[in-house]
């Protein structure tokens, strides 16, 4: 990853941990202190709306030499690759079969660099490959090399925009210090381990789509590193 993915990934961390606790305020109490799984300090509305600031800053400036229509078209193009063999794969599928496909999330199933809001927007592109996929009976599994302290803000994000989530995968403290790439290969071998077949993975990053343990990969585009 590039210094600037490092400074977007800080950025989303700060906003998401400010939207923890915001969702977890009730309203009209937001200077009150918060607690969960995912919050582990006290924050303000005040607080909230400076993370947000930072966070679409940094993401403005992100995104700012990439075009959001060309982005959006690329994308598509993918997708319009990936639709019709996974409607031919998930059509074939084998008695008992449990099929899943692995997504990873910033600048593929969300709109990370683009979406300067909480919750950030999907991708439509891949959205519409994910419902068709989810409407179908195949299982959605989602792999990030994002902290665990925003796993609740990032399952509810990827629900709220209609993403089925079977299950997510974000990295732990000891998982911060390995290679994305090898951390992302042994989650979906964990998949697999529980039965399913990994018929696609999709990602916009060569580590999440190296490693093998999936029937096809699907490359969205990161512009050599521009989006995180």
């Given at each position: 990853?590039?210094?600037?993915?490092?400074?977007?990934?800080?950025?989303?961390?700060?906003?998401?941990?400010?939207?923890?606790?915001?969702?977890?305020?009730?309203?009209?109490?937001?200077?009150?202190?918060?607690?969960?799984?995912?919050?582990?300090?006290?924050?303000?509305?005040?607080?909230?709306?400076?993370?947000?600031?930072?966070?679409?800053?940094?993401?403005?400036?992100?995104?700012?030499?990439?075009?959001?229509?060309?982005?959006?078209?690329?994308?598509?193009?993918?997708?319009?690759?990936?639709?019709?063999?996974?409607?031919?794969?998930?059509?074939?599928?084998?008695?008992?079969?449990?099929?899943?496909?692995?997504?990873?999330?910033d600048n593929t199933?969300?709109?990370?660099?683009?979406?300067?809001?909480?919750?950030?927007?999907?991708n439509k592109p891949?959205?519409?490959?994910?419902?068709?996929?989810?409407?179908?009976?195949v299982s959605l599994?989602?792999?990030?090399?994002?902290?665990?302290?925003?796993?609740?803000?990032?399952?509810?994000?990827?629900?709220?925009?209609?993403?089925?989530?079977?299950?997510?995968?974000?990295?732990?403290?000891?998982?911060?210090?390995?290679?994305?790439?090898?951390?992302?290969?042994?989650?979906?071998?964990?998949?697999?381990?529980?039965?399913?077949?990994?018929?696609?993975?999709?990602?916009?990053?060569?580590?999440?789509?190296?490693?093998?343990?999936?029937?096809?990969?699907?490359?969205?585009?990161?512009?050599?590193?521009?989006?995180?």
């Amino acid at each position: 990853m590039t210094r600037g993915t490092w400074t977007r990934r800080t950025a989303l961390t700060a906003v998401a941990a400010a939207a923890v606790t915001a969702l977890a305020v009730p309203a009209g109490a937001q200077a009150a202190t918060a607690t969960g799984t995912a919050a582990a300090s006290t924050a303000t509305a005040s607080t909230t709306a400076v993370a947000t600031s930072t966070v679409a800053s940094a993401s403005a400036a992100a995104a700012g030499d990439v075009d959001y229509t060309t982005w959006q078209q690329d994308c598509q193009a993918v997708m319009n690759q990936a639709l019709p063999a996974l409607k031919q794969r998930i059509a074939a599928a084998k008695p008992g079969e449990k099929q899943a496909i692995v997504f990873d999330v910033d600048n593929t199933t969300l709109e990370s660099d683009f979406g300067f809001s909480y919750p950030q927007p999907a991708n439509k592109p891949v959205l519409e490959v994910a419902k068709y996929a989810q409407d179908h009976g195949v299982s959605l599994f989602f792999v990030t090399a994002r902290p665990g302290i925003i796993s609740g803000v990032t399952d509810y994000n990827l629900k709220n925009v209609g993403y089925k989530v079977s299950g997510l995968y974000v990295r732990g403290f000891l998982d911060l210090f390995k290679d994305v790439a090898v951390y992302k290969t042994a989650q979906r071998v964990a998949i697999e381990s529980k039965g399913y077949t990994i018929i696609a993975n999709i990602g916009n990053s060569a580590t999440d789509l190296s490693g093998g343990h999936a029937e096809t990969t699907y490359k969205l585009p990161d512009y050599d590193g521009q989006l995180s």
